[in-house]
């Protein structure tokens, strides 16, 4: 398998990766992987690939279930991950407390003055 030919699987196995339950589950606390970085480890089929939020820069690692068989379509989110998965986006926290912090400061129902 030469380059052109691995990154046209990588393309494919993500395009199957990116429905999976664990990776939805990623994305509940805040974690953008949709725009992060992604490598893979492989064969002729990738077996285990590693996603990067695109806010927190966590690495999270997803194991291809079915590559022994050839296929791409059973991917599950790698127990070495869930730790960070599940404690969310540091990030994201902080662009959400940000929000909270200038809505504390001025409330909606305040006549605007001008």
Not at 21 to 26: D, R
Not at 80 to 106: F, N, P
Request: one cysteine or more; aromatic letters at 8%; proline letters at 4%.
């Amino acid at each position: 398998m030469d380059s052109a030919d691995f990154l046209v699987e990588i393309a494919k196995a993500r395009v199957l990766l990116e429905p999976a339950a664990g990776y939805v589950a990623v994305g509940g606390p805040g974690h953008e992987l949709g725009g992060g970085a992604t490598s893979s480890c492989a064969s002729q089929v990738p077996w285990q690939m590693q996603v990067k939020c695109s806010r927190c820069s966590g690495i999270f690692w997803f194991d291809n279930l079915a590559w022994r068989t050839g296929g791409t379509d059973r991917w599950k989110l790698s127990p070495d991950s869930r730790d960070h998965a599940t404690a969310g986006c540091a990030a994201a926290g902080i662009m959400a407390g940000q929000i909270l912090e200038a809505t504390k400061r001025r409330s909606l129902l305040q006549p605007v003055r001008g």
